[in-house]
């Protein structure tokens, strides 16, 4: 069973761009959340997505933003890049049928902002 | 709100000897308590997790943790510990009764493991 795939694996950008980040859950797994971490801040939920629609968010402005299609892939997106937007973000799948249930992460993608 | 504290960011232990990582958690509500680990430039990885039932879990690779509701605590111990259990670790609480995934996690302990 293929596991969590988080496309690209690493990125550089300049500030003030935008980037799109991607995901592909697992088979059968209808939930994705998204994770920012960081070395100062640690691992911080970005938001979740079930069956196309967003289910939770976290407290991040609005230049991040998000969608899940039918197939359940999901991209991330942020807009006007900042420094501080450098990170490893995580994207992890779930079945989503409750809060017990165990959420599969991917490698993640480095994102880093010159 | 829900919180988890992870007490100290860095612990080294000797090769053999038992691991010890801390977990304390804040939930006003029943929580479903996790730990993950984290390899360098990896994504994270499910250790073990408490839903209802059996305060011990059993994880994977020798670990397990015991959820105490007195202490508010969900530390995370292995008997012996390996060089390969070099990596970090998180604690992580999500809602209970809740539909969302959403986890809240610990800012993570640094495990060095010395031969």
């Known amino acids: 069973k293929a596991g969590v795939t988080q496309t690209p694996r690493y990125l550089i950008k300049t500030r003030g761009q935008q980037v799109t980040l991607s995901c592909s859950p697992i088979s059968g797994h209808r939930s994705v959340s998204w994770y920012q971490q960081t070395p100062g801040q640690g691992l911080q939920f970005l938001f979740e997505y079930f069956s196309e629609t967003q289910r939770n968010k976290g407290n991040f402005p609005g230049r991040f933003s998000g969608r899940q299609f039918s197939n359940s892939r999901s991209e991330m997106n942020v807009s006007t890049l900042e420094l501080g937007d450098s990170a490893l973000y995580l994207c992890?799948?779930?079945?989503?049928?409750?809060?017990?249930?165990?959420?599969?992460f991917g490698q993640g993608t480095r994102l880093t902002v010159v | 709100a829900q919180s988890v504290t992870q007490l100290g960011s860095h612990v080294s232990v000797s090769e053999g000897a038992l691991v010890l990582l801390r977990c304390n958690y804040s939930?006003?509500?029943?929580?479903?308590l996790f730990w993950y680990v984290q390899y360098p430039n990896q994504g994270l990885q499910l250790l073990l997790k408490y839903t209802t039932g059996a305060t011990l879990v059993k994880g994977i690779n020798g670990f397990e943790a015991e959820f105490k509701k007195s202490e508010t605590s969900f530390h995370l111990t292995k008997p012996s510990a390996h060089m390969s259990d070099a990596a970090e670790y998180f604690c992580a609480v999500s809602h209970y009764g809740g539909a969302t995934n959403k986890l809240i996690f610990g800012t993570g302990t640094l495990l060095a493991v010395q031969p």
């Open positions: 939930s006003s509500v029943p929580p479903y």
């Open positions: 992890a799948s779930s079945t989503g049928t409750g809060a017990n249930t165990e959420a599969f």
